[in-house]
């Protein structure tokens, strides 16, 4: 999950109602603009997306991708966990709900789902790395 720009130009303004297009032009245009390196405006885009289509998953991961890039860390968490409880067979969803909570300062919250992106998919070295920075941080708290 990267960080980048954000151009005010790219969202879409308040008040002026819906954005050009169909829901998934949105959804191009909001993975566009995290590709590009703008997470709030593709997070204001993507958000209209996922209130038109709540149902959404794919729009509901891009959502929290942008809220997690553009540092909306507690509206990520609750958007991957929406994705967890509608789908648990998502390691992604898991991964992104432990980073969010680690970055919201939960680590005791963090833990849990980071270990469950572990356990389903082992391979993944960034999950194993994040999970062994959690226990870190939780070891060296209990001791200190």
């Known amino acids: 999950m990267t960080q980048g720009k954000n151009d005010p130009e790219d969202s879409p303004s308040p008040g002026q109602g819906a954005p050009a297009g169909d829901v ?3 959804y ?4 566009g603009l995290l590709k590009e390196g703008s997470p709030a405006a593709a ?10 289509e709540p149902e959404s998953r794919s729009i ?5 991708r942008a809220q997690f890039n553009s540092k909306q860390y507690a509206e990520a968490a609750d958007t991957f966990r929406w994705i967890v409880d509608a789908n648990p067979a998502e390691d992604y969803a898991y ?7 680690w970055r919201t300062g939960d680590m005791e919250g963090a833990q849990e789902p980071l270990a469950i992106a572990v ?3 082992p391979d993944e070295r960034h999950y194993v790395s994040a999970l ?8 060296a708290r209990r001791e200190a």
């Not at 509901?60 to 929290?64: D, I, P, S």
């Not at 062994?132 to 070891?139: D, E, M």
Request: no cysteine; hydrophobic share 55%; aromatic share 8%.
């Open 43 to 52: 997070a204001a885009l993507l958000e209209r997306a996922a209130e038109a």
């Open 95 to 101: 991964f992104g709900l432990g980073l969010a909570l």
């Open 132 to 139: 062994k920075s959690v226990r870190a941080t939780l070891r």
């Open 60 to 64: 509901r991961e891009a959502l929290a």
């Open 119 to 121: 356990a389903m998919r």
């Open 28 to 31: 191009q245009r909001g993975v």
């Open 24 to 26: 998934y032009d949105w």
